[in-house]
């Protein structure tokens, strides 16, 4: 199989598991530890990949950097979490595609994170007060940040179509 191949498997895969994390939220308000888990544990295979790309992802030091970056992720956004804002697995998704995306591509997907939980948030408050529910709806945090990562990962495909 060549490099290219695995890296286009990689990525097919990794857009399968945040399509489970989009059903598994929105039916149970959950993203499952083995989901958060499988992403996590495929990151150093994409790093391996990248690495033998000319030009690409040197492990030393860009494997400490990613992994770095995670850790910063994670804990940013677990303090979210202290503060009833986002679920536990939210914040394990983050920190989990925090180690498949460097820095930049990170922030693109945060972006993108923000915009959709907007749209979602807006849309469950308007479709939860028609149904005159009292108090807050649950907002399925885990479609806006599967929708970042979509966008992110999709996106150097539908420019080869451009």
């Known amino acids: 199989m060549s490099l290219h191949t695995l890296s286009t498997t990689?990525?097919?895969i990794l857009v399968m598991l945040l399509l489970v994390a989009c059903v598994t939220d929105?039916?149970?308000?959950?993203?499952?530890h083995w989901l958060n888990i499988s992403i996590a544990l495929l990151a150093p295979v994409t790093w391996w990949v990248r690495s033998h790309y000319p030009g690409?992802?040197?492990l030393w030091p860009d494997v400490s950097i990613q992994i770095a970056?995670?850790?910063i992720v994670f804990l940013i956004f677990a303090g979210f979490q202290l503060i009833g804002q986002m679920g536990g697995?939210?914040?394990k998704l983050l920190g989990a595609l925090a180690?498949?995306?460097n820095w930049k591509v990170m922030f693109t997907l945060l972006f993108f994170m923000a915009l959709a939980g907007g749209v979602l948030t807006v849309v469950l408050l308007i479709?939860?007060?028609?149904r005159k529910r009292e108090g807050n709806p649950e907002i399925p945090y885990g479609i806006a940040i599967a929708s970042g990562a979509?966008?992110?990962?999709?996106?150097p495909y539908l420019n080869h179509f451009r």
């Open 10 to 12: 990689l990525d097919a």
């Open 69 to 71: 970056q995670a850790l």
């Open 56 to 58: 690409g992802f040197p």
């Open 127 to 130: 479709v939860h007060r028609r």
């Open 150 to 155: 979509l966008i992110v990962v999709c996106e």
């Open 26 to 32: 929105w039916r149970a308000r959950i993203i499952p």
């Open 89 to 91: 697995g939210d914040v």
């Open 99 to 101: 180690l498949w995306f």
